[in-house]
């Protein structure tokens, strides 16, 4: 039967045919789908997260302001593709004062975990770490203790309990434009204490020498976890931010089984190339349907817009088979 995804179905999520081209990932014909006009006062609006819910589809997106400050703001659509996104930013609620109190938040990841959405984000705490919260509606949103010390980025949720614990990938850093970056698993009993970290992988070559970062919430498959990633590479005019995917053990998600040598999707268009930050493909958000097991893909470009792009679980499981490190 082949490799099979283990979700719900959404039949009606965006999605458009691939043309006529052997690309494991092809772009919507109307990218960019956001752009800054969807808020009064933003500078760009890119890499965001989206989820499927009882309305259609929620997200949480990365906003920064004409000050250039990161902010995080909700969102919703009925068809995953015109969206609507509040005015005024994400306040969340907590117990701590400490850690609420707002600096910067960037590149969030929503997931839905048994009762509740959990949203992950590079939430500022004395330099860049990942910050941790829910909601349950998209209106009101809870602030928990972050997962890690600083500095860390690309904190991405598994969509459910892995061996009872609540498990994580993330990105530990610097307190800059990190010129290195390897992906590392982390567990919780709580989504407050953190700890049995392993390592997941490496940059290696080419697309992916420079650091690698964990891209949407994992897509769980019959045949392991399907991630896709970024990698990226510093060329002679700085660095360039594309997409692989590999596909991790059920289990213990640290083992990598399979890993795309060559990238998936590269910046090659003109809203990709051009944009506050040229030559970035960011995918932060993906949503799939296990009926037919095809995927949108969303992803900040050039770190200025959010587009989207479609694919599906046997596609990239055979793109797996032939462009793989193993």
């Known amino acids: 039967?082949?490799?099979?995804?283990?979700?719900?179905?959404?039949?009606?999520?965006?999605?458009?045919?691939?043309?006529?081209?052997?690309?494991?990932?092809?772009?919507?014909?109307?990218?960019?789908?956001?752009?800054?006009?969807?808020?009064?006062?933003?500078?760009?609006?890119?890499n965001s997260a989206v989820v499927a819910d009882k309305n259609g589809y929620s997200g949480v997106f990365r906003a920064d302001t004409k000050e250039l400050i990161m902010q995080l703001h909700a969102g919703r659509s009925r068809d995953g593709l015109s969206w609507k996104i509040d005015q005024k930013r994400i306040e969340f609620q907590s117990e701590e004062p400490e850690i609420s109190y707002f600096i910067y938040g960037y590149d969030p990841r929503v997931v839905w975990i048994e009762d509740r959405y959990y949203i992950t984000w590079?939430?500022?705490?004395?330099?860049?770490?990942?910050?941790?919260?829910?909601?349950?509606?998209?209106?009101?949103?809870?602030?928990?203790?972050?997962?890690?010390?600083?500095?860390?980025?690309?904190?991405?949720?598994?969509?459910?309990?892995?061996?009872?614990k609540f498990a994580m990938l993330s990105r530990p850093s610097d307190n800059g434009h990190t010129p290195f970056g390897d992906i590392f698993y982390s567990e919780s009993p709580d989504m407050i204490h953190w700890g049995c970290h392993r390592h997941v992988m490496s940059p290696t070559t080419g697309w992916q020498s420079t650091k690698v970062g964990a891209g949407p919430v994992p897509i769980e498959t019959s045949e392991g976890w399907l991630l896709?990633?970024?990698?990226?590479?510093?060329?002679?005019?700085?660095?360039?931010?594309?997409?692989?995917?590999?596909?991790?053990?059920?289990?213990?998600?640290?083992?990598?089984?399979?890993?795309?040598?060559?990238?998936?999707?590269?910046?090659?268009?003109?809203?990709?190339?051009?944009?506050?930050?040229?030559?970035?493909?960011?995918?932060?958000?993906?949503?799939?349907?296990?009926?037919?097991?095809?995927?949108?893909?969303?992803?900040?470009?050039?770190?200025?817009?959010?587009?989207?792009?479609?694919?599906?679980?046997?596609?990239?499981?055979?793109?797996?088979?032939e462009f793989s490190y193993r």
């Open 1 to 46: 039967m082949g490799i099979r995804i283990i979700g719900q179905k959404l039949p009606d999520l965006p999605w458009e045919e691939r043309p006529g081209n052997d690309d494991p990932v092809w772009r919507y014909t109307k990218n960019p789908i956001i752009t800054r006009e969807a808020i009064k006062g933003a500078n760009s609006i890119f």
């Open 122 to 164: 590079c939430n500022g705490y004395y330099g860049p770490t990942i910050g941790v919260g829910y909601t349950y509606d998209f209106k009101n949103f809870y602030q928990l203790e972050n997962a890690f010390l600083p500095f860390n980025r690309n904190g991405v949720l598994f969509p459910r309990k892995i061996n009872g």
């Open 228 to 321: 896709i990633y970024h990698g990226v590479w510093t060329s002679c005019n700085g660095f360039v931010y594309s997409a692989g995917v590999a596909l991790l053990d059920l289990e213990k998600p640290w083992k990598v089984i399979k890993r795309s040598k060559h990238y998936i999707l590269n910046p090659r268009m003109l809203y990709e190339n051009v944009g506050d930050v040229p030559n970035v493909i960011f995918p932060c958000a993906s949503i799939q349907d296990a009926d037919t097991g095809r995927i949108a893909i969303y992803y900040g470009a050039a770190d200025t817009v959010t587009a989207l792009a479609f694919t599906t679980a046997g596609v990239l499981y055979d793109f797996l088979e």
